[in-house]
């Protein structure tokens, strides 16, 4: 139907309908309704719901007689509830063809962190591995002797796999081990923590609903499963909801990082209350129309050209849509917070001010491909790359070179000294200016080092090991055959070519 949007008065009835009940429907219910063909009457079936999600399979008739469609002939459909965002650009007519489905956040790292679950002493894990024998032991033992104590043994042990896969990078085998856990403890209040910070990491955040919902119903005194569920909805792009939940979380107990993870969904929506959505195959981006109408379609032919050169370059390709922001460049420091060198922020969203430009310039080009690698390596790592390398492999994606830097870098390592690489392990934005260049110089000649010396396979190779969870200097030495001390030198070296 070339991506054709038809919306009609039954089903526009219907839709507020639903929204105006009260109970657990009136979370994900905030929908859009895409008809793929042609059609004058809408007749709703049935509405199979649960407490996480709601889909309306509906029959359109057709009485009249047309080329395409008999009269009297019937169309099923499956109608699935979206976000309000999605909602609202489609009732403002931004309807697109081709696919649509939801956006996702490259971090898939929420604003609040979710809940520490460290890893489980069991005995099922023996030797540095599962022990696929005493589980297979103990699920026998519960089949002969259904006890109480069996199961929890039974429960206990696949928990304790499932932390050990998540940490050895094997997040799907990790999952599939909790959801065997669960299986077995569907009263448990913590197990559904644990797996639904997993599946949000993993940018699963309709798994996550589905699983938290309902846990959070059976268990209203845990903190931990509001506060991931405000973390899944505002991956989703629903503030609203991301905000409320966070609300729910702080209620049961304070906890500074989820208030502050509040407070940053307030200020973005807040910043984004007038803005508009364009979409591209890998991209959702939210700008002021009315500013920066052209510019945005170039930044998504830019983003669109360098997501394709950074598959070919690292080898890997992000899991859904990245989400990229531009801002005036007060609403950028507002939601951001961040130091006043920063041209741009990755945060799980691709955050960019773009104040007074009506077109894209060089610049903008460089900040938009270095803030899109960051999302590469987050989703490529899971979350486990040392900053310097991040930042370093940023740089030399965008088309830095530390031969345009060396002066400046001489006068600062005079000044305040060359920071050594296992200090800048953790983020740059409390750095200050001076500090924070000599910190992306150095980061930048440790890559071009390792891109001359060992090839981009290399650089790739190490992407993979981190996401094992093995600390650089062993994946260093596993990979490159030298040492992180090794390492510092030739960097300082290749800065005072």
């Known amino acids: 139907m070339g991506g054709r949007r038809l919306i009609y008065d039954s089903a526009l009835r219907e839709l507020f309908r639903l929204r105006s009940l009260e109970g657990p429907l009136t979370r994900p219910i905030r929908a859009s309704l895409v008809l793929l063909a042609a059609a004058p009457s809408c007749l709703f079936a049935r509405i199979p719901q649960t407490s996480s999600s709601i889909a309306i399979e509906a029959v359109l008739v057709n009485p009249k007689e047309n080329r395409d469609w008999p009269a009297g002939a019937k169309m099923a459909f499956r109608w699935t509830a979206v976000s309000r965002a999605q909602m609202a650009s489609l009732l403002a007519g931004q309807a697109e063809s081709g696919n649509a489905s939801r956006p996702s956040d490259t971090t898939r790292q929420p604003p609040s962190p979710p809940p520490s679950h460290g890893a489980v002493r069991s005995p099922a894990i023996k030797d540095d591995a599962i022990d696929e024998a005493y589980l297979k032991h103990l699920d026998d033992e519960l089949g002969r002797n259904p006890t109480l104590d069996n199961r929890r043994r039974l429960v206990r042990a696949y928990e304790a796999a499932a932390s050990f896969l998540k940490e050895r990078?094997?997040?799907?085998?990790?999952?599939?081990?909790?959801?065997?856990?669960?299986?077995?403890?569907?009263?448990?209040?913590?197990?559904?923590?644990?797996?639904g910070s997993l599946l949000i990491e993993q940018n699963r955040e309709d798994e996550a609903l589905d699983l938290l919902l309902p846990a959070a119903d059976r268990h209203p005194e845990n903190p931990d499963i509001p506060a991931l569920l405000g973390s899944a909805f505002y991956a989703m792009e629903d503030l609203d909801q991301a905000a409320e939940e966070w609300g729910k979380a702080l209620a049961v107990q304070d906890n500074p990082r989820v208030r502050e993870a509040m407070e940053k969904a307030e200020r973005e929506q807040k910043a984004a209350s007038f803005y508009r959505e364009l979409r591209s195959d890998h991209f959702l981006l939210r700008s002021n129309e009315d500013d920066v109408r052209a510019l945005a379609n170039e930044v998504l032919a830019t983003l669109e050209n360098a997501y394709l050169d950074l598959q070919s370059d690292l080898g890997f390709s992000p899991?859904?849509?990245?989400?990229?922001?531009?801002?005036?460049?007060?609403?950028?420091?507002?939601?951001?917070?961040?130091?006043?060198?920063?041209?741009?922020?990755?945060?799980?969203?691709?955050?960019?001010?773009?104040?007074?430009?009506?077109?894209?310039?060089?610049?903008?080009?460089?900040?938009?491909?270095?803030?899109?690698?960051?999302?590469?390596?987050?989703?490529?790592?899971?979350?486990?790359?040392?900053?310097?390398?991040?930042?370093?492999?940023?740089?030399?994606?965008?088309?830095?070179?530390?031969?345009?830097?060396?002066?400046?870098?001489?006068?600062?390592?005079?000044?305040?000294?060359?920071?050594?690489?296992?200090?800048?392990?953790?983020?740059?934005?409390?750095?200050?200016?001076?500090?924070?260049?000599?910190?992306?110089?150095?980061?930048?000649?440790?890559l071009e080092y390792l891109r001359d010396a060992h090839g981009m396979a290399a650089i790739r190779q190490l992407l993979k090991l981190l996401a094992s969870g093995q600390d650089f200097g062993s994946v260093l030495q596993q990979e490159c055959e030298i040492t992180y001390a090794t390492l510092e030198q030739e960097a300082v070296k290749h800065l005072k070519r």
């Open 319 to 446: 899991r859904d849509r990245i989400i990229v922001l531009l801002y005036p460049r007060q609403a950028f420091r507002d939601v951001t917070r961040s130091p006043s060198w920063a041209g741009g922020v990755n945060d799980g969203k691709i955050r960019v001010p773009v104040s007074g430009l009506s077109s894209l310039t060089p610049e903008l080009a460089r900040v938009l491909k270095h803030e899109l690698t960051h999302s590469f390596i987050r989703q490529a790592t899971l979350g486990r790359c040392p900053q310097w390398f991040n930042e370093g492999l940023a740089q030399l994606e965008e088309g830095a070179s530390t031969a345009a830097l060396k002066p400046e870098l001489r006068r600062a390592a005079a000044e305040t000294g060359i920071p050594a690489l296992s200090t800048l392990e953790g983020s740059f934005l409390s750095l200050p200016a001076d500090q924070a260049a000599s910190a992306y110089a150095k980061s930048l000649a440790a």
């Open 169 to 195: 990078g094997d997040p799907e085998g990790a999952i599939e081990r909790y959801r065997h856990a669960l299986d077995l403890a569907v009263d448990d209040a913590d197990l559904p923590a644990a797996l």
